[in-house]
């Protein structure tokens, strides 16, 4: 009886541990972020480190994703991989494998609030 219980509490730590410690943790490395008129839905996203983040622009316009800061772009380099999205086209990040929040936003809409985003890698 007693080696179950240690067992069960080793697993409930390890368990704790593989996640985060949180529900909205991811389960996987990837995730999508799809661009409309009214923004990238949704804004913000969590990845395993070395994930992924596929964007996809769901909008009639053209849409230019970079990682923040604006101008020089150089917090998260692996997300200017993406670039420019004609509408209907879908590009990933490179690997984000440093675990951080990852700001990007809209090169043609730079200063509108509405086209940032963050991507937290765990």
Do not use: Y
């Amino acid at each position: 009886m007693r080696r179950t219980r240690i067992w069960i509490v080793a697993a409930g730590v390890s368990l704790a541990g593989a996640c985060g410690g949180s529900p909205s943790a991811p389960s996987g490395g990837d995730a999508t972020i799809t661009i409309t008129a009214t923004g990238p839905n949704p804004a913000e996203v969590r990845i395993a480190a070395g994930g992924r983040v596929t964007f996809t622009n769901s909008d009639v316009r053209v849409h230019a994703v970079s990682s923040d800061p604006i101008q020089v772009h150089t917090d998260c380099p692996a997300i200017n991989d993406v670039g420019t999205l004609n509408p209907g086209q879908s590009r990933s990040t490179g690997a984000l494998t440093v675990a951080r929040v990852c700001g990007f936003h809209d090169h043609n809409n730079e200063l509108d609030p509405t086209f940032k985003g963050r991507i937290i890698v765990q």
